[in-house]
């Protein structure tokens, strides 16, 4: 079954510093990474296209991700970034469409997790911003954090004709031990028919190194069940991924997670969700 691996980053320090990659513990990953880095572990993993997600909140991130995509039979789509504050949002996103690659152009993502405010996405100027994005006929990847949960719910209430697609499950606090209230307010997020999940990221938000798949299940399985295999996609989130598992190692947890679906269920997990909520060719 060929596979669709719906988040991925890549970064080049000499190009642009990545802030966020600070302390020891992240010191693994504070290096380049590439599409030639990711490829042999990607296609041994059956992986035949991929959804590149931005870094970084500055604008030349994108047109640069959109051109590593036009250049890549690997890398099918992007997720950018563009300033939803923007009053011009609309022209920014139809620049970005005219640009070379500007037809791999999925989504648009902004770092919510790290806005102090814990209801930016309800601020008039975000939701014109997001407005603007379904206009465009694009997604919004949500990366939040567990505790802006109840913000997105409220925010894909206000605007049912865009897709919203939650990043790493909302982040939930595996490490902690912790279901609730993460459980019922993804529930809520799922029961909206605009909204759609990654399975993506769950290792990083375990013990990096004491995680077990037997301990990620009941978050997963709280997707399944809320979401559906029909609304949930399978994401590596590398190279994030790579400071508690490999490449390998992630995708091996992914399928024992999805091991008791039909194979029409785990190929919507692995390839047929994303391929329809980011445009990708069957």
């Known amino acids: 079954m060929p596979r669709v691996d719906a988040h991925h980053h890549v970064w080049d320090l000499s190009v642009r510093d990545q802030d966020w990659i600070t302390g020891p513990a992240m010191a693994p990953i504070r290096r380049d990474f590439s599409v030639a880095d990711l490829e042999p572990a990607a296609r041994a993993a059956g992986v035949t296209a991929t959804v590149v997600v931005q870094t970084v909140t500055v604008p030349e991130e994108t047109p640069e991700l959109l051109a590593l995509a036009a250049d890549s039979d690997l890398v099918a789509k992007v997720v950018g970034w ?9 022209d920014a996103l139809a ?5 070379p690659g500007g037809a791999h152009l999925a989504g648009i993502r902004h770092q919510v997790q790290s806005e102090p405010d814990p209801g930016w996405l309800l601020r008039p100027d975000v939701q014109r911003g997001l407005a603007a994005v379904a206009e465009a006929g694009l997604v919004y990847d949500l990366v939040i954090t567990a505790d802006q949960l109840p913000a997105a719910v409220a925010a894909a209430e206000r605007r049912p004709e865009l897709t919203f697609v939650l990043d790493h499950l909302g982040k939930p606090p595996i490490a902690a031990g912790a279901f609730e209230p993460w459980a019922t307010n993804l529930a809520r997020l799922a029961a909206l028919p605009n909204t759609v999940a990654k399975l993506s990221g769950l290792v990083t938000e375990a013990d990096w190194a004491r995680w077990t798949t037997a301990g990620l299940r009941p978050y997963a399985e709280a997707a399944l069940d809320t979401f559906g295999p029909g609304r949930l996609m399978f994401g590596s989130d590398w190279p994030v991924c ?7 190692r992630w995708v091996a947890a992914a399928e024992e997670l999805t091991a008791g679906l039909s194979p029409d269920e785990r190929d919507a997990v692995f ?6 909520v980011y445009g990708l060719a069957d």
């Open 271 to 276: 390839s047929a969700t994303a391929c329809r």
């Open 82 to 90: 563009a300033d939803l504050t923007d009053p011009g949002i609309a």
């Open 95 to 99: 620049r970005l469409r005219q640009l």
């Open 242 to 248: 790579t400071l508690a598992a490999g490449y390998e």
